[in-house]
């Protein structure tokens, strides 16, 4: 079956979804979002493309895990996520090659869905940047210590400089931004580094079970982009809960497509079928999420998996299954 024709299916049911207004931006931008997934671990079944690692079991025994691996990109929407395409990472080959192959793609099929692009720390990558500045973009990646030269000039700032302090909810942030030159050759350009340190207070039973404490909990959080400077606090904040909407891909994409649709389940082990099966499962996915959110009428049913086993019980009574429809 050809890949190409599905996804030219689901690029339809986008440009219907966004033109009909059933797609909502993000805190104000459209935010594609990306990140790599594994997917059908087994020590037995295994095909041509899998790819392998060595581990060793209880009695130290050498034994090797197969599996196969997907990059994925998402169109991170204020109520839901819009899995846009998928590219299988192939043996032999990193997430990144993989994530540029489907970046490249994707710019050229979905030109305006998202103006920013958002990735961990494996995407602060100077040939995506540049990839995704080709095409008038902006991305986002997170920052870790293993870019050393970058993570500590943005350390060695935060603590010359004064941060801006501000408090939503039961979190209290403290936030820096510096615009950093010389420290990233693969990118070539100034970077803007946002540092963020965030402490929420959340109430807890107390050890001796007799009543209530209030416990912080510290996150600290650094972001590298080619994003302009924030002009006022009101833009900052905007920018850090962009940054945290990375999350997305892991909470609404994966989490839920292995526990609501069961996407982990193989219906036939090969390459081309794995990813087949899981553009079709995505594909629906996104027709019951703009169908629940958008024109869902019973006002009963308040959670996604009960309308789904609503749905399963009405299909499972029918006398006869429905017949094709032919696309």
């Not at 059933?22 to 671990?41: F, P, Q």
């Not at 192959?101 to 540049?130: E, Q």
């Not at 080619?226 to 609404?252: A, F, P």
């Not at 499962?281 to 009960?306: P, Q, W």
């Amino acid at each position: 079956m050809s890949l190409d024709d599905i996804r030219e299916v689901n690029l339809k049911i986008y440009k219907k979804a966004r033109m009909a207004k059933m797609l909502t931006s993000y805190h104000g931008r459209w935010i594609g979002v990306i990140d790599g997934k594994e997917i059908t671990t087994s020590s037995y079944c295994k095909c041509s493309h899998c790819k392998k690692r060595k581990l060793r079991d209880k009695e130290g025994k050498l034994k090797y895990q197969y599996y196969h691996q997907f990059t994925a990109l998402i169109l991170a929407c204020s109520d839901f996520s819009f899995t846009i395409d998928i590219e299988p990472i192939l043996p032999g080959e990193g997430e990144q090659t993989s994530a540029y192959r489907l970046l490249k793609r994707v710019c050229k099929n979905y030109p305006k869905a998202f103006s920013l692009v958002i990735g961990d720390g494996l995407y602060l990558n100077g040939k995506i940047f540049k990839l995704l500045e080709g095409h008038h973009k902006k991305t986002i990646a997170v920052l870790k210590e293993e870019r050393r030269q970058l993570f500590e000039e943005a350390s060695k700032l935060s603590l010359l400089a004064k941060p801006k302090v501000y408090r939503e909810g039961a979190t209290s942030y403290r936030v820096w931004e510096h615009t950093i030159s010389g420290c990233w050759d693969g990118y070539g350009k100034d970077v803007r580094v946002i540092v963020s340190e965030e402490t929420t207070t959340r109430r807890v039973h107390s050890k001796d079970g007799k009543g209530w404490e209030d416990i912080e909990e510290v996150s600290n959080w650094m972001w590298a982009t080619n994003l302009e400077v924030s002009s006022s606090i009101g833009d900052l904040k905007n920018t850090v809960k962009v940054c945290h909407s990375r999350w997305h891909i892991e909470n609404r994409c994966f989490k839920e497509a292995a526990d609501m649709w069961n996407a982990e389940h193989i219906y036939r082990h090969s390459a081309n079928a794995i990813i087949v099966f899981l553009l079709f499962l995505f594909m629906a996915v996104n027709i019951f999420n703009i169908f629940r959110i958008r024109n869902l009428k019973d006002k009963k049913i308040r959670t996604k998996l009960n309308l789904i086993m609503r749905l399963k019980a009405d299909f499972l009574s029918l006398a006869r299954p429905l017949p094709p429809i032919t696309i």
